[in-house]
């Protein structure tokens, strides 16, 4: 998993509340085995038309986002079914940060096993992320993982909180294999004992 300590990148915003897992990688993609290759699919249903031309109303199609690495967007992002592959899509379309007023559990625990930062900051901090991301175009924030806090170069900076596990765990690049393997001396004489 690719460390994360300091990220400086452009913003997009999804400005809708209780996006579902439905809705960021339809269950239609969900037949590939691998991790890789799931963010042609993120948001499919609202980033594409019927004939599979791109649906020009949707934010993540502007094209000063294109190169977008930072979401911020509403409350209660990933809701419903606990697929992994909506943190697989967000991570292979390019972002390494989700910003929000809440998450729901299941992929809020998901993102911190696939590298990606989701980052709780208030209704007012958000509304506020919104402004600036349409004023200065392209938008960016600096995400500094090691200091818990969020800037940007106008003058916004704010502190967030993380559980100091998952917070190192991030910092290192450590997802549950790579946990694992920091014993893999204690796992090795384990199994040699056992014969």
Not at 49 to 64: K, Q, V, Y
Not at 103 to 130: H, M
Request: glycine share 6%.
């Amino acid at each position: 998993m690719q460390a994360f300590t300091v990220h400086q990148g452009v913003v997009a915003t999804l400005d809708r509340a209780n996006v579902d897992t439905d809705q960021i990688i339809p269950k239609q993609f969900l037949k590939r085995i691998e991790r890789s290759g799931f963010g042609q699919f993120l948001f499919f249903d609202w980033r594409f038309a019927a004939d599979g031309s791109p649906n020009p109303a949707f934010e993540l199609n502007r094209p000063e986002w294109s190169e977008a690495s930072i979401l911020v967007t509403r409350r209660n992002f990933g809701s419903g079914s606990s697929r992994e592959h909506a943190v697989w899509a967000l991570a292979d379309y390019g972002f390494r940060c989700v910003i929000a007023p809440s998450f729901a559990d299941i992929f809020f625990n998901n993102c911190f096993k696939n590298g990606v930062l989701p980052i709780a900051l208030t209704e007012a901090d958000i509304d506020e992320l919104f402004e600036r991301a349409e004023t200065h175009l392209p938008y960016r924030l600096t995400v500094d993982l090691e200091n818990c806090r969020i800037r940007d170069e106008h003058g916004f900076e704010r502190p967030f909180e993380i559980e100091p596990f998952r917070r190192e765990c991030l910092l290192h690049g450590l997802d549950d294999i790579g946990l694992t393997l920091q014993h893999e001396d204690k796992i090795t004489a384990f199994e040699a004992a056992q014969g």
